[in-house]
């Protein structure tokens, strides 16, 4: 069973940093595009950055500059991506979710959502 699991959502002062972390684990067989996505009140879930399975990386025009991805591939049972939030303005409220694109044995390139996590950030 296929499981996506993060952290480090919380309330900072603007011009503030946060981490985020999201492991997916339970058996897979190739994980694909790893990112993360907001959602503010009211509006609707945006992208804000992705890395490919190859290392390349896509971020919003928002965030460009300030926010930077990274992941950690292991085995098949485990796989984590971090989001470095530096500089961060009262719009990077919201929360984040984690979406990972993965293979197992039964299904391929399916997408898993993490439950998300708050950030707030204050002027």
């Known amino acids: 069973q296929v499981q996506v699991v993060e952290s480090g959502g919380g309330s900072v002062q603007a011009g503030g940093s946060l981490r985020l972390s999201c492991t997916i684990s339970g058996g897979f067989l190739r994980i694909d595009t790893m990112g993360w996505y907001r959602q503010a009140p009211g509006e609707q879930r945006e992208l804000v950055a992705e890395?490919?399975?190859?290392?390349?990386?896509?971020?919003?025009n928002s965030v460009s500059g300030r926010f930077d991805i990274s992941r950690i591939s292991g085995d098949n049972e485990k796989a984590t991506v971090f989001l470095q939030m530096n500089s961060l303005k009262p719009e990077d409220t919201g929360a984040y979710y984690c979406a990972v694109d993965y293979w197992t044995l039964q299904v391929q390139n399916v997408r898993a959502w993490g439950e998300g996590t708050q950030v707030s950030v204050s002027s």
């Open positions: 890395m490919t399975r190859n290392a390349r990386s896509n971020y919003a």
